[in-house]
């Protein structure tokens, strides 16, 4: 239940190309402590409850727990979330040996695109796609449960 990942900016989209999946999702938070996070995310027919703990002083890893959980269920949980929601497209592009995970924000986070690729350890290496650029890997401000409260549209 560890989840080990790398997180970049991209600097064109040139993965769109590359995209073999393209899924919106909206996702709002239960509670975005520093020590935890409990998110609901509903994408089409699916709904997910995730629970995040404080990362690694790195930012590469972090406790995760997710379940799968009732789209009615999640939309009535959504209403007692913390002020603020995320909506993004996210892509899927396999490159090497790895899947990347490239979210695309909406509304008050528009303009702003990160990729994550999962890892097995924290040393292994991956081959970087040429679309990927700067790793903000652990920089808090690009957590999704922190740009709700200060949105990406706010930082210019």
């Given at each position: 239940?560890?989840?080990?990942?790398?997180?970049?900016?991209?600097?064109?989209?040139?993965?769109?190309?590359?995209?073999?999946?393209?899924?919106?999702?909206?996702?709002?938070?239960?509670?975005?402590?520093?020590?935890?996070?409990?998110?609901?995310?509903?994408?089409?027919?699916?709904?997910?409850?995730?629970?995040?703990?404080?990362?690694?002083?790195?930012?590469?890893?972090?406790?995760?727990?997710?379940?799968?959980?009732?789209?009615?269920?999640?939309?009535?949980?959504?209403?007692?979330?913390?002020?603020?929601?995320?909506?993004?497209?996210?892509?899927?592009?396999?490159?090497?040996?790895?899947?990347?995970?490239?979210?695309?924000?909406?509304?008050?986070?528009?303009?702003?695109?990160?990729?994550?690729?999962?890892l097995q350890d924290e040393n292994e290496t991956f081959i970087k796609p040429s679309w990927?650029?700067?790793?903000?890997?652990?920089?808090?401000?690009?957590?999704?449960?922190?740009?709700?409260?200060?949105?990406?549209?706010?930082?210019?």
């Amino acid at each position: 239940m560890i989840e080990i990942e790398r997180k970049f900016l991209v600097k064109s989209n040139d993965y769109k190309r590359e995209s073999k999946k393209k899924t919106l999702f909206v996702q709002a938070y239960l509670n975005t402590h520093l020590e935890r996070t409990i998110r609901i995310r509903i994408s089409g027919d699916t709904a997910l409850m995730t629970i995040k703990g404080k990362s690694s002083e790195n930012g590469l890893s972090r406790f995760e727990w997710e379940k799968e959980i009732d789209v009615v269920d999640a939309r009535e949980l959504l209403k007692i979330c913390e002020p603020g929601k995320i909506e993004k497209y996210r892509y899927e592009v396999d490159h090497g040996n790895h899947t990347y995970e490239i979210d695309e924000f909406l509304e008050d986070n528009q303009g702003l695109v990160l990729a994550e690729v999962e890892l097995q350890d924290e040393n292994e290496t991956f081959i970087k796609p040429s679309w990927l650029g700067t790793e903000v890997t652990g920089s808090l401000e690009y957590y999704n449960s922190n740009l709700i409260n200060k949105p990406y549209k706010n930082w210019k």
